[in-house]
């Protein structure tokens, strides 16, 4: 590889794969912290798993097995949020989809926010609902998290694996969003928190707890 082949990978490694999981997770505490019904039925998962497990043991992948509540969790997360908006396409040749005729050459955008608070596809799509993920019969590409095609995430469990250690965090730990304004930034690629969701959060592994808090506002 040549060195600009080797920073091109780089940089995509750090953008696709870290500002999306970091951008997740926020989004993932957010809807949490404001859905502590679907947060305690999330410890009960994880609690229940970790009483099989040794002290130290860590989690490996077969574990996303054990955590079906969790995977709608960060499925349903994914789809309110739309961490990646939108992605683009380039014609490769004239074509026609659904009446629309799309010249070789045009920049395409598939909008993947829209097909998830469609509520053709979706109901009450603004509403967070992990359970609507109960059964998998959902409409061909309606959940775009990961993309589509050829260029679909490579290996999607890893991203969801990065996003099912903050659930399984919850075991340790008790947070509680300390937002005063909750409100997004602007829609975007990555759209983030106006105040990037600051968390106050309790130990309780220990005995005794210890609480502090991080992010700003
Ligand atoms: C919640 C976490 C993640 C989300 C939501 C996410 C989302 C996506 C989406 C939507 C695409 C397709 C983009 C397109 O079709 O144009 C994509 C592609 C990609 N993702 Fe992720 N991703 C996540 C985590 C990761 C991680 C952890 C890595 C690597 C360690 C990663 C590496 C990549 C790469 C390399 C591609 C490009 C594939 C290609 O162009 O052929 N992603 N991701």
Redesign the pocket.
């Known amino acids: 590889m040549t060195d600009t082949e080797i920073k091109d990978?780089i940089l995509?490694?750090i953008i696709?794969?870290?500002d999306?999981?970091a951008?997740?997770?926020t989004w993932m505490v957010k809807y949490l912290g404001e859905n502590q019904d679907v947060l305690e039925t999330l410890r009960a998962e994880q609690l229940h798993l970790a009483e099989k497990m040794s002290p130290g043991q860590f989690l490996t992948l077969e574990d996303l097995a054990e955590m079906p509540y969790a995977s709608k969790v960060?499925k349903e997360s994914?789809r309110m949020a739309s961490?990646?908006t939108w992605?683009?396409?380039l014609a490769l040749q004239d074509c026609e989809i659904e009446g629309f005729k799309i010249k070789k050459g045009w920049n395409v955008n598939?909008d993947?926010k829209s097909i998830h608070l469609d509520p053709n596809q979706y109901n009450e799509p603004n509403k967070f609902n992990p359970s609507r993920f109960n059964d998998d019969s959902k409409a061909p590409y309606s959940f775009?998290?990961?993309?589509?095609?050829?260029?679909?995430?490579?290996?999607?469990e890893?991203?969801?694996?990065?996003?099912a250690s903050l659930p399984s965090s919850s075991n340790h730990n008790m947070w509680k969003v300390i937002d005063s304004d909750s409100s997004i930034e602007k829609w975007t690629l990555f759209s983030r928190l106006k105040s990037g969701c600051p968390v106050q959060v309790t130990c309780i592994n220990h005995g005794k707890d210890v609480t502090s808090t991080y992010g700003s506002q």
């Open positions: 990978n995509t490694m696709a794969g870290q999306t999981t951008s997740a997770i960060v994914l961490v990646v992605f683009p396409r598939v993947a775009l998290a990961f993309g589509i095609g050829s260029k679909n995430l490579p290996g999607s890893h991203g969801e694996s990065h996003d």
